[in-house]
Structures are given as structure tokens and as C-alpha cells.
């Protein structure tokens, strides 16, 4: 459903991601980690369509991003970290809107505006305005949103981020009931979600995928926190030997050339 070949993102001399390859089946739910800045946004939004490669390509339920955009954007539902809510509008007329935008058919859009209510836990409150709900709330109306023209495909990107126990807890049933009609790639740094609703993990750092595999198989015996922490650690130990070693360097040469 989701293939990522070599995709890369430079913006001026700085890489933000690196020739990253990886692909996601059908049904699948992808756990995309890595620390703050590591690269898990811009991938999402070149896989989108929101943001255009350097270099690499990507391929959405058998539709090329760059070619054909219109088409991966039918079949493919994005969560942003900041879900792109207006806050004067009440959720059934923001959703009434979506589905003008994503091309649902008249006839029945008040039909797949019910299910998502129904389907993200907001009847109680689909008549109120968007910006008195509260943090929750608010990211259930982000998700209906993103499944309301039923996607083959959902991307979401740091779903529970901010929320507490109860909504974080509630966000990743909803993921789970979600992944039975959807493949998703769900995009955080906190790990318990991973480790309890993914199949798979691409763990990325500094633009760079540094492991990949299914999430059993991945830690056994260890916590996935343990091996994230440990790999991110050999990682970045490696950076700073390899900095050494040209410093070392750069100075002989400028004592030969001195």
C-alpha cells in the first residue's frame, strides 16, 4: 500500500532525511520512531504529497506522489501533529466542509458524516464549537476528518501528543479499531503506542533509517524503550568518534601545510 524508495529531503546543506526506503502492506499498522528531529515529519509530509522530495520516490495505494497527487490524495487520510481544525466552525459543519474538499459525493455526505461521529466518539458533542472542546476532543475531530471520504491509507503524525492517560488511551483504540478497514503509519517518539498496537517499527535518526522489523522480533526480551535508547546511543557515539577523526585530521593537514 505505502512504498517509500530512497526518499530524500535536503534543505540547503542540511539532509533532513536521507535516502530513506521502506514500505508498509495492506492492513499493516507502521510504527515510525525516532527522537525530535530526526526526520518522522518530513517523511510524512513527502509521502502526503505536502511536501515535494529532493530526491526518491514514494508510491500511495499504487499511485506515484509526484505524478499523479490527486489521486493519492483520494485514497489516503493525514493526521498533522496539529490537526487542521477551524475553531469557529461546530464539528458537524467542519466535517461538512471536509467533505466538499475531499470530492465525497453530495448524496452522501451527510451519511459518511455520521459515521465518522460515530465512528471517532463525538456525538455528544457534534454540535459544539471546535475550539471549546477540549485537547481529546479536538484529536478525535482531526481523525474524523482524516477517515471521513474512507481511505485506503491513514498517516498520522504524533496522534496523542499533549493528551493525557485516559485521552491517550482512548486515541489508541480508536487507532486499533481504525487499522481493521485502513493501513496506517503512525508517526511518534512514544513508544508504549508501538509497542502495543504496531506490527512493525522503522526507527529513524539524524534522516537516516537505522532498524527496521517487526516489533517482536525487535525487542526480545528487552523493552522497546531499551533498544530504542541503546541504538540512538551507539548512533550517536558514532557521530562524535567519526567528528573526531576529521578534526584530527583537519589539524595534521594544517600542521603540514603550516
Known amino acids: ?3 517509500a524508495k530512497q526518499l530524500t529531503k535536503l534543505y540547503g546543506e542540511i539532509r533532513a532525511v536521507d535516502h530513506v526506503t521502506f514500505s508498509v502492506g495492506r492492513g499493516e499498522i507502521l510504527g515510525f520512531l525516532g527522537p525530535n528531529g530526526a526526520g518522522k515529519t518530513t517523511t510524512m509530509r513527502m509521502l502526503t504529497g505536502f ?8 508510491v500511495v495505494a499504487g499511485f506515484d506522489v509526484l505524478d499523479q497527487p490527486i489521486e493519492v490524495k483520494k485514497r489516503l487520510g493525514y493526521l498533522p501533529e496539529t490537526p487542521p481544525l477551524y475553531h469557529d466552525l461546530t464539528v458537524v459543519s467542519y466535517l461538512k466542509f471536509v467533505t466538499k474538499i475531499k470530492g465525497v459525493p453530495a448524496a452522501e455526505r451527510n451519511e459518511r458524516i455520521d459515521w465518522a461521529i460515530q465512528r471517532c466518539g463525538l456525538p455528544e458533542v457534534r454540535s459544539r464549537l471546535i475550539g471549546n472542546l ?3 476532543f479536538k484529536q478525535r475531530v482531526g481523525l474524523a476528518q482524516a477517515i471521513i471520504h ?3 491509507v491513514l498517516i498520522l503524525d504524533e496522534p496523542t501528543i ?4 485516559r485521552q491517550i488511551r482512548e486515541i489508541r483504540e480508536l487507532i486499533l479499531e481504525l487499522s481493521k478497514e485502513h493501513t496506517i503509519i503512525l508517526s511518534t517518539h512514544i513508544l508504549p503506542e508501538v509497542t502495543m498496537i504496531c506490527n512493525r517499527a522503522v526507527i529513524i535518526h539524524r534522516g537516516k533509517i537505522v532498524l527496521e522489523g517487526k ?3 525487535l525487542t526480545r526480551g528487552r523493552s522497546l524503550e531499551e533498544v530504542f535508547i541503546d541504538l ?15 578534526s584530527a585530521d583537519g589539524g595534521k ?4 601545510v603550516g
Open 1 to 3: 500500500m505505502i512504498e
Open 51 to 58: 511536501l515535494p522530495p529532493t530526491g526518491g520516490t514514494a
Open 134 to 136: 477540549s485537547k481529546g
Open 150 to 152: 474512507r481511505p485506503e
Open 162 to 165: 499533549g493528551l493525557d492517560p
Open 215 to 217: 516489533v517482536s522480533e
Open 232 to 246: 540512538i546511543s551507539k548512533e550517536e557515539e558514532s557521530q562524535v568518534s567519526l567528528t573526531n577523526v576529521a
Open 253 to 256: 593537514h594544517a600542521a603540514v
